[in-house]
């Protein structure tokens, strides 16, 4: 695996997604993941990293993992919160709690989770968890670069918490080759979830 | 009478009272009409704002009702066990938090979508056929803009039942899923509704369009909803304002909402209605209160009239007593209630006034009828009074044992001589003074008290003496007939009165009061005709004035029976002796009393007129007789006595103008003699009758001449060729000088104005020749010849001239 890697690095090129929203305009913090259309690449669990809670807000809204990442809730609130996930890739739930849970959470299953706090209802946070080394979050200004992709076939997906319902995100086929591949994507997002809370 | 009056009090009591109640009945009638009317028209105009009302509390209700269970429903979903169960993809858990959940806020119905708006669970059955209402409701929650607490419920059927649906999504922390939950609309909207908008609410349902309506829930009874439903409620009466329906004969005005209008999936149809009739009609309470209010009234108002009729109809009957006491002739007590102010006074006023009116009018009356007004003294009826109470006393007196005298009352009678002509003559203002003056005289003569004078009628008056006996009555009469020989002087007249005086008494003439007058009139007349001056009642008189009331009749049947005899008095020339006429008279031989006197049927002859027929007769007969008389060589005048009647007759020249044709007498060979009183009566016509009398060829002559008060002036107007003296004159001239002078005077005046003069009275040889030295042209009296059968005339007339044999006249007469 890490000959390939280091191969793909050796050759690989980066591949840059720019996602704009229904309106056209730079949407930041849209999942871009590309994936092997054949075959697996083997991951490894990111390092343990964290969302945690401040103002009442999640912070970061959004999160990409990839599976057996560990990830920690610590609370940096005076008051307490009740994060729960529903979703059937990681449904949990830490009750009420302050400072930092013992344990972290293990997202061992690749999908979207759906973060909320039981006693907050305006919190939420996704952490999308993947299984592909191939993964970044969109700026501000909407652009995500994947470096280091190793050529071949691979299907890009654009998932962004905007898009309606159950949807994983926008996928496209893409063939990367040693040189650096810029992809345009639109999500069909009006309204940005991410935007200003009340 | 008292009964009559008192019913018609209670009458007119019972017509004010009816007056008075039946006018506050037309108020009250009057305001309860308008109260109606206006009620009525204040709910015409209130109903359409009122059902307004309603329709918005309906859809407020429904608002509010849509925002309680859409925030219900909102909490529920955010329920973290809610939540944790949906996410257990246990089909029966799942179902079971829905049921469970659902019934904590009251949800029937429960079903659970997915994003996609499928279908994953629900509580009991039909719940896919609210999908499009799903999708709707999922669309509008999730449309943009929309607040996060907007409201979103739909009204829809499920199973046939009207429910409320609210759609919320569940949110974990971002949709998951959503849940719609239903609400049945029970009777709790109609109870609010009444409860807030007094209006009645009826919801009625139907799955398609085609479907009969069903009711569903109501406020109001079955047979109303029924009429309702019945009404063809289309879509386009949606949002338009009130319609009116007629339901089971009750009209309602009804303001249509439709809640679903879906032609597959059922509409749902609420009605907000308000009965019209109710509306207008009176509420029950105010009806009570109105009747209330016109019984009191109607009771006041009865007591009250009552009351007033009461005051108003008392001194009505004090009036009406006081009106039956002036009718019982109580004119002394006052009428009462004369001080009042009203009308009632007034009324008492003109009682009082008619009560002092009546009252003195009676004491004229009571004067009038008991007292004779141009003398002052007592009249006929008090008389009669006061002679019987005089008798009374009388018998009284008699009555008890200690009086010995002997009961009498005696009543003088009294009638003037010649007040007739002295009325005639000096007019009647002269008769009443006259009469006055006799009326004093007579009250001067009687020194008793107790004792009354009266006039009882035209020149008759009266006396009363109590306790007086014919002695007294006598010197009483005797006392009059001494004042009555001074005679009256009145206004430079020198009147010569006298009177007949008739006395009667009781108990000797009559048995009563009655009887004593009637008798002493009757011995006055008889007074009167004898000349008598006084006369005591005798019960001869009496049947010789029984006599005369049945002599008419007999004197009617003595013209027709030949009962009449014409007697001739002869008329003498005193210059040549010769017999020259004859007075013609009447003699009655009546079959059974004989030879009646004239003076017992002429002056009754006069009164009746009965002389017209006499008259007629006497000339006619005088005429058979101048026949006759002529035939055997008499040339005489036959002279007749006119009455007044007669000469009123106006006829009377014509009929004797028949009888000289019928008769064959030349008019010259009568002489008409006439008294001065009778020309008086009636000059003028007098004066035409004697005209014609003369122009037909009669002798006209003045008979009594000297008694009446004829003026000469007068006298040379009427055409006559004779005066004849009054026998009084003649009579006494031999032995009164005055007489005599009278005698002379009035021959020299009649020749002077060309008359003939004829002496009557000629009773001795005497008077004879002092009326031929006087120049008298003829003379008539007993000295010749009294009155005779007219058969006997022609014979006595020959005796006459034999006795005297005034040859040489008598052919001389003959020659004429």
């Known amino acids: 695996m890490l000959p390939l890697l280091l191969c793909g690095s050796a050759q690989a090129g980066s591949v840059a997604v720019n996602v704009t929203d229904a309106a056209g305009k730079p949407l930041p913090l849209a999942v871009v993941s590309i994936e092997p259309v054949t075959a697996k690449l083997a991951v490894q669990p990111s390092a343990p990293t964290q969302v945690a809670q401040s103002k009442r807000q999640f912070v970061p809204r959004v999160s990409v993992v990839t599976v057996g990442t560990s990830v920690a809730f610590p609370n940096q609130d005076t008051v307490r919160h009740h994060v729960y996930s529903f979703s059937p890739t990681k449904n949990f739930e830490l009750k009420l709690y302050s400072g930092v849970p013992a344990q972290p959470v293990l997202f061992d299953k690749p999908g979207i989770a759906v973060l909320g706090c039981n006693i907050h209802d305006q919190m939420a946070a996704w952490i999308v968890v993947v299984d592909t080394p191939f993964y970044a979050l969109t700026s501000a200004e909407g652009h995500a670069r994947v470096n280091a992709v190793t050529p071949g076939s691979y299907r890009v997906k654009v998932w962004h918490p905007g898009l309606p319902g159950n949807s994983d995100g926008v996928s496209q086929a893409l063939t990367v080759g040693a040189a650096d591949i810029e992809q345009a994507m639109r999500l069909d997002v009006g309204v940005n979830p991410l935007g200003p809370q009340p | 009478m008292m009964g009559f009056a008192s019913l018609m009090g209670r009458s007119l009591k019972a017509r004010l009272i009816a007056t008075f109640l039946g006018l506050l009945l037309v108020v009250q009638l009057a305001g309860f009409s308008a109260l109606r009317a206006s009620l009525s028209t204040h709910a015409h105009q209130e109903l359409p704002a009122r059902l307004d009302v309603g329709d918005r509390v309906l859809h407020s209700l429904l608002t509010q009702r849509a925002q309680k269970l859409t925030d219900g429903a909102r909490l529920l979903a955010a329920d973290f066990g809610f939540r944790e169960a949906i996410h257990s993809k246990d089909t029966d858990t799942i179902v079971s938090a829905l049921e469970n959940h659902g019934r904590r806020i009251g949800a029937m119905r429960v079903a659970l979508y997915d994003t996609a708006l499928a279908l994953q669970a629900s509580t009991g059955d039909d719940l896919e056929t609210l999908a499009p209402l799903a999708a709707r409701l999922a669309g509008q929650v999730m449309r943009p803009g929309n607040a996060v607490d907007s409201t979103t419920s739909e009204i829809g059927?499920?199973?046939?039942?009207?429910?409320?649906?609210?759609?919320?999504?569940?949110?974990?922390?971002?949709?998951?899923?959503?849940?719609?939950?239903?609400?049945?609309?029970?009777?709790?909207?109609?109870?609010?509704?009444?409860?807030?908008?007094?209006?009645?609410?009826?919801?009625?349902?139907?799955?398609?369009?085609?479907?009969?309506?069903?009711?569903?829930?109501?406020?109001?009874?079955?047979?109303?909803?029924?009429?309702?439903?019945?009404?063809?409620?289309?879509?386009?009466?949606?949002?338009?304002?009130?319609?009116?329906?007629?339901?089971?004969?009750?009209?309602?005005?009804?303001?249509?909402r439709w809640l679903t209008i879906d032609a597959d999936?059922?509409?749902?149809?609420?009605?907000?209605?308000?009965?019209?009739?109710?509306?207008?009609?009176?509420?029950?309470?105010?009806?009570?209160?109105?009747?209330?209010?016109?019984?009191?009234?109607c009771l006041v108002f009865g007591v009250g009239s009552s009351l007033t009729a009461h005051r108003m109809i008392t001194p009505l009957h004090r009036l009406s007593a006081a009106a039956d006491r002036l009718g019982a002739g109580d004119y002394a007590t006052p009428i009462g209630d004369e001080q009042r102010e009203d009308e009632i006074g007034h009324l008492s006023q003109a009682f009082e006034r008619m009560r002092v009116s009546v009252s003195a009018q009676k004491e004229e009356i009571l004067k009038l009828?008991?007292?004779?007004?141009?003398?002052?003294?007592?009249?006929?009826?008090?008389?009669?009074?006061?002679?019987?109470?005089?008798?009374?006393?009388?018998?009284?007196?008699?009555?008890?044992?200690?009086?010995?005298?002997?009961?009498?009352?005696?009543?003088?009678?009294?009638?003037?001589?010649?007040?007739?002509?002295?009325?005639?003559?000096?007019?009647?203002?002269?008769?009443?003074?006259?009469?006055?003056?006799?009326a004093e005289r007579l009250a001067q003569q009687l020194v008793r008290g107790g004792d009354m004078v009266a006039r009882i009628g035209g020149d008759e008056f009266a006396i009363l003496l109590r306790s007086g006996d014919a002695e007294l009555a006598q010197t009483v009469a005797r006392r009059i007939a001494t004042a009555f020989d001074a005679p009256l002087t009145l206004e430079e007249h020198t009147v010569d009165m006298g009177a007949g005086i008739g006395m009667a008494c009781w108990p000797q003439h009559a048995s009563d009061a009655d009887m004593l007058i009637s008798r002493a009139e009757l011995a006055m007349y008889s007074a009167k005709q004898r000349s008598a001056g006084a006369l005591m009642y005798d019960p001869k008189i009496d049947a010789a004035s029984a006599q005369t009331l049945s002599l008419l009749t007999e004197m009617r049947q003595a013209v027709s029976d030949n009962q009449l005899r014409l007697f001739l008095q002869p008329k003498l020339s005193l210059g040549t002796g010769a017999v020259v006429g004859a007075e013609a008279l009447v003699r009655w031989q009546h079959p059974q009393?004989?030879?009646?006197?004239?003076?017992?049927?002429?002056?009754?002859?006069?009164?009746?007129?009965?002389?017209?027929?006499?008259?007629?007769?006497?000339?006619?007969?005088?005429?058979?007789?101048?026949?006759?008389?002529?035939?055997?060589?008499?040339?005489?005048?036959?002279?007749?006595?006119?009455?007044?009647?007669?000469?009123?007759d106006q006829d009377l020249p014509q009929k004797f103008e028949a009888l000289l044709v019928k008769h064959q007498v030349p008019a010259e060979a009568f002489c008409l003699e006439i008294t001065e009183s009778a020309i008086m009566d009636d000059p003028q016509r007098a004066l035409a009758t004697l005209n014609r009398l003369s122009a037909l060829g009669f002798t006209l002559s003045i008979d009594d001449f000297g008694t009446g008060y004829s003026s000469l002036a007068y006298l040379k107007r009427l055409p006559v060729d004779e005066l004849k003296i009054d026998q009084s004159f003649v009579k006494s001239m031999e032995t009164d000088p005055d007489d005599a002078k009278i005698v002379r005077s009035t021959i020299d005046l009649a020749h002077n104005l060309g008359l003939t003069v004829v002496a009557e009275g000629v009773e001795n040889a005497r008077t004879w020749d002092m009326l031929r030295?006087?120049?008298?042209?003829?003379?008539?009296?007993?000295?010749?010849?009294?009155?005779?059968?007219a058969d006997t005339f022609a014979n006595w007339s020959v005796g006459w001239l034999t006795r005297h044999r005034p040859v040489d006249v008598v052919s001389a007469v003959i020659l004429h």
């Not at chain 2, 509704?193 to 009645?200: H, N, S, T």
Request: negative net charge; glycine residues 6%; hydrophobic residues 45%.
């Open chain 2, 369 to 438: 009828a008991y007292w004779d007004t141009i003398t002052g003294l007592p009249n006929r009826a008090q008389f009669r009074d006061a002679v019987c109470s005089a008798i009374a006393a009388e018998q009284q007196k008699h009555a008890a044992p200690a009086s010995s005298a002997q009961p009498s009352v005696a009543v003088l009678m009294l009638d003037l001589d010649r007040f007739k002509h002295v009325n005639d003559v000096l007019g009647y203002r002269f008769g009443d003074l006259l009469l006055m003056q006799v």
């Open chain 2, 265 to 297: 999936h059922g509409s749902v149809l609420a009605l907000t209605s308000l009965s019209v009739d109710a509306a207008t009609r009176i509420p029950h309470d105010l009806q009570v209160a109105l009747l209330v209010t016109t019984v009191i009234s």
């Open chain 2, 773 to 789: 030295e006087l120049n008298c042209d003829q003379a008539q009296g007993y000295h010749m010849g009294k009155p005779m059968p």
């Open chain 2, 593 to 648: 009393r004989g030879l009646v006197p004239p003076m017992q049927f002429i002056p009754f002859a006069e009164q009746t007129g009965f002389i017209r027929v006499l008259t007629i007769w006497i000339f006619e007969e005088a005429a058979r007789h101048w026949r006759m008389l002529h035939a055997e060589g008499l040339m005489i005048t036959l002279s007749v006595n006119l009455s007044t009647r007669d000469l009123l």
């Open chain 2, 157 to 256: 059927l499920l199973s046939d039942q009207p429910y409320q649906f609210v759609m919320v999504p569940i949110k974990a922390p971002v949709v998951v899923g959503w849940v719609l939950m239903g609400f049945p609309i029970d009777e709790r909207l109609v109870s609010d509704m009444q409860a807030l908008a007094a209006v009645q609410v009826t919801l009625l349902t139907r799955t398609h369009a085609t479907d009969a309506w069903q009711v569903k829930l109501s406020s109001m009874s079955r047979d109303h909803t029924e009429g309702l439903s019945k009404h063809a409620w289309g879509p386009l009466q949606a949002g338009s304002g009130m319609t009116s329906v007629k339901a089971n004969g009750e009209e309602f005005s009804v303001h249509p």
